[in-house]
């Protein structure tokens, strides 16, 4: 049996109903002694319970190098976790080596960060990826996972680097990390430029034994570089590549059908008049990256750099007349790439074509973040958090909403954002002045959208739907309480299913059922909390979600969308399989 999931957000449904009406933000830590930092990473846990950051060394000894331990905060009930302990000597001397700029995996419990090496002076060429897990804070200071293989004596070995490595990123099928780079041969040739890596991990490598040097997993540059002063004025070549993210969650789809692996990024190139600018690129990168390339050996040379593996290609994706910057961020189905230029928002496909501006902001817009559904995108302007409609398509296109109070710490703008794989909640970083003139980034979130569960023709399970040419009557679906909703906030006149279904008579309340286990189970009766009774027709309910084009026995997931009273949008869900009256229906 096959499940098709048919969301389909209408923007109209977002948005508060009134501009005043604030979406409520939650600070979730408070300790003065340290920072709480996000970094613009992928902070959340899978299960969406937990914000990890890192407690950035601040004062005299700042800095990665000096920062001791990655921690998490749980979002329901503020209890942190000190998920790593870095073993640097106390009281710090700058010397390292330190640890920060954390990141969830996709699944399991696992993070990266970056950590520097031991024995050797943190620094931007002497670091690299560590994986921790479990993040229970049972991790020792030396039980890390090296991720990036590292060989800094010759002759080098082919899938290590050999340098620093940091922004360390997890694919979204959590095989691959992406991370920007600085080789430290090059760095001591004086050729010190950023440029992009990746790692396969599962794939072992293992280097001679000398210090600075780690067995890992196999690690390849995908982005080329040369020094500013060899570039030919307006050619696609760049000096640096940073500020880098993974297309998509597997990739872009190509025009042939397939699925490509790339990395976006923004590189800094050199304008046909001489000056210098900033514009988006992208890398596809090969599944074999274990065969070098035509510019070189994978892992260079005594005086060149590593060089990308076979089937690597670099594209220049924009011709700007200003620059464009933020951290790239790409939507999950890989069809669009958002970055700023001259203070807004734009997207580009990565396929290419003309970028497409979507935010018209009076103040100038930053930090960029998709929603998991690629209806919109959220950014930091004026002093708050926003959301911009991007459907394809949609007349409200381009439209964006202010969903943060300004007033509320004027002058102290949101940072970092970073939305949860459940498009539940936007975790980020505010700077405090904890009473001294010292500012300390504290952890918070506000709720985008709260998940609920529906039941379809409450009492009855597995939930059957036939189609058929008679389909005249009413379906109940319920739209279940619980103690973090309250269904009387529910906005009734809000409550449709994709835009074309909507209650064909008054809702009612009554404590009709309780949750499954988890989203499609079978509920338990009534629980104590009440429900919102809802009846849709059953004609708008086929045409709402395509039903007549489906197979027979496929299980569809149904969502009720609907806006509190506030205007936070509730997402119920439920699932039911499809049968067909007659006979000879494919």
Known sequence: MRRL??????????????????????????DTDRNHQLDNNLNWSPDCK??????????????????LTLEKVNIDTQSIIVMYTAPNVIPLNGFGPGTGAVSFFPYGDAVVAIRGLDGIQYGGTARFGAMVTPTDGSVGSYDYYVTDARDVTSPFTPGALRGGSHSHEPSGDGQWVG????????????????????????????????????????????????PQGEIVPGSDDIYQGSDDSWVGEYGYQKPDGTWQRARAFIGRTVTESGGTRNEVYIADIPEDITVAGPDGPLQGTETTFPM??????????????????GIIRCSLDGKWIAFTRGGQVWIVSPLGGDPIQV??????????????????????????????????GDPAFGESVRITDPTLYPGIPPDALCVSPDGQWIAFNRKLDRGDGVTLNQVFIVAIRKLAILDIKPGDCPNQFTVNKQNK?????????SPELDVADIDVASININGVAFPVKSPSVADVSGPGESVCDCGTGPDGYPDLVLHFSQEDVVEALGLEALSEDAEVEVTVFANQNDGLEVQATDCMTIHFAGKGHE
């Open 5 to 30: 999931c048919f969301v389909v957000l209408l923007f109209a449904f977002l948005f508060p109903q009134s501009a005043q009406s604030w979406w409520e933000e939650r600070q979730l830590t408070f």
């Open 50 to 67: 937990w914000v990890g950051y890192d407690t950035r060394a601040f004062g005299d000894f700042g800095g990665i190098g000096n920062t």
């Open 179 to 226: 991370f920007t780079y600085n080789d430290q041969i090059m760095e001591s040739l004086g050729t010190n430029l950023r440029t992009i890596g990746v790692t396969k991990l599962g794939l072992p490598v293992n280097v001679d034994s000398a210090l600075g040097n780690q067995n890992g997993n196999f690690t390849v540059l995908v982005v080329k570089v040369k």
């Open 308 to 325: 990308p593996p076979a089937g690597t290609v670099q594209r220049r994706l924009t011709h700007s007349d200003s620059n464009c910057g």
């Open 359 to 392: 935010t018209t902001l009076a103040s100038s817009a930053s930090k960029p973040w998709w929603d998991p559904s690629g209806a919109y995108l959220y950014c930091i302007s004026d002093n708050s958090i926003w959301m911009t409609n991007v459907i394809e």
């Open 473 to 481: 009557g009413k379906i109940p679906m319920a739209i279940l309480g």
